[in-house]
């Protein structure tokens, strides 16, 4: 069965740096996501993507935040001077069409900031 | 606003006994529901879901939910436990019609002792 590929499964960095976050949606999957997981809290949605523009996010995604789909097959997540609250497991998702459609999640990466 | 409430954060049960997640719903419309499961070190895999056909809803390794509008409530059994199952449990409901964006429940960890 087709999975979600997030790479890598745990990355560490330190505050101010930039990270991205890299993820290979199912191939003919057309609407991505991520979501983020802080330790001991609920999974909480970041961003959601379709047609090369982000259709909705919140507010927890701010300015640092951003995502690209630069080629057909990649969908990332860059943060661009991380802090320590956002050591994390995010996690991206996909779906092929809205409905009924349940999402696809990758295994998720585990971002520690320090 | 949707939104969904776990009832328990921890359950344990021994093996071969039966399983019981409570999840209560909170939507303005018909919603579709989700189980997602987390084992440690994995992503979220999907148990099962609701989209306003059967109310009786099977999903894999023997779990199933039941959709009880007149009490908004959507919760996970299985009538034998297995070691295997020893996981985070998500209840999950997605904001619109479409798949667009889930609200996460707080999760309920299930402990099955031998």
């Known amino acids: 069965e087709p999975e979600v590929t997030q790479t890598p499964s745990h990355q560490v960095t330190q505050m101010g740096q930039e990270v991205i976050l890299h993820c290979v949606p199912i191939s003919n999957h057309l609407y991505f996501y991520w979501y983020r997981q802080i330790l001991g809290q609920k999974v909480e949605f970041l961003v959601s993507?379709?047609?090369?523009?982000?259709?909705?996010k919140s507010e927890i995604f701010d300015d640092q935040f951003s995502v690209e789909r630069p080629d057909g097959s990649n969908f990332t997540l860059k943060i661009r001077s991380t802090k320590l609250e956002d050591s994390a497991m995010y996690f991206c998702a996909s779906v092929g069409q809205l409905g009924n459609s349940p999402l696809h999640f990758g295994n998720g990466t585990r971002l520690t900031v320090t | 606003a949707q939104s969904v409430t776990q009832l328990d954060s921890h359950v344990s049960v021994s093996e071969g006994t039966p399983v019981l997640l409570r999840c209560n719903y909170s939507?303005?419309?018909?919603?579709?529901l989700f189980w997602y499961v987390q084992h440690p070190n994995k992503g979220l895999q999907l148990l099962l879901k609701?989209?306003?056909?059967?109310?009786l809803v099977k999903g894999i390794n023997g779990f199933e939910a039941e959709f009880k509008k007149s009490e908004t409530s959507f919760h996970l059994t299985k009538p034998s436990a297995h070691m295997s199952d020893a996981a985070e449990y998500f209840c999950?409901?997605?904001?619109?019609?479409?798949?667009?964006?889930?609200?996460f429940g707080t999760g309920t960890r299930l402990q099955v002792f031998p």
């Open positions: 993507f379709y047609n090369n523009e982000i259709s909705e």
């Open positions: 939507s303005s419309y018909s919603p579709s």
């Open positions: 609701y989209t306003s056909a059967a109310t």
């Open positions: 999950v409901v997605s904001v619109t019609y479409n798949t667009d964006k889930l609200i």
